[in-house]
């Protein structure tokens, strides 16, 4: 249905991360509990319980602490920065990328799945919790 929207097979693979509503639960799963009694680790040592689950995920962490600015913005850590820029970036094939396996992850009514990635999630949800509150307009299409 969305790919009359798009140009070309790469514009709707691009935008599927958009446009995944149709794999979100239909009905209330249970809360996330445990990840918050983790400790806060490297980015390294956080995502090591996820190697089996997101392949090379090992090389994009490296690839996400290059993209960090040194010293990060907004007082985060090396780490904290790196772990919201990888959890932001795509790489092939899609279906291997951070974003997409712990979204799926997520979305599972089995939440014993989180478990590998409570690490993870306690650095991504620090960090994002360390962001300073913007107060801008967002602009939806419909």
Known sequence: MAKKYFKDDDDLQHNQRFFDIAGEPCRMLLPIQGYEKKPLVSLEDAVEPLVEFVPDIKRMVYVAKMKCDNP??????????????????????????????????????????????????????????????????????V
């Open 72 to 141: 990060p913005a907004d007082h985060l850590s090396k780490d904290e920065s790196a772990s919201i820029i990888l959890y932001s970036m795509e790489w092939e094939p899609q279906d291997e990328c951070l974003y997409y396996v712990l979204n799926a992850t997520l979305r599972a009514e089995n939440r014993r799945k989180l478990v590998p990635w409570f690490l993870y999630l306690k650095l991504v949800l620090t960090a994002l919790s360390h962001l300073p509150p913007l107060q801008r307009t967002v602009f939806r299409g």
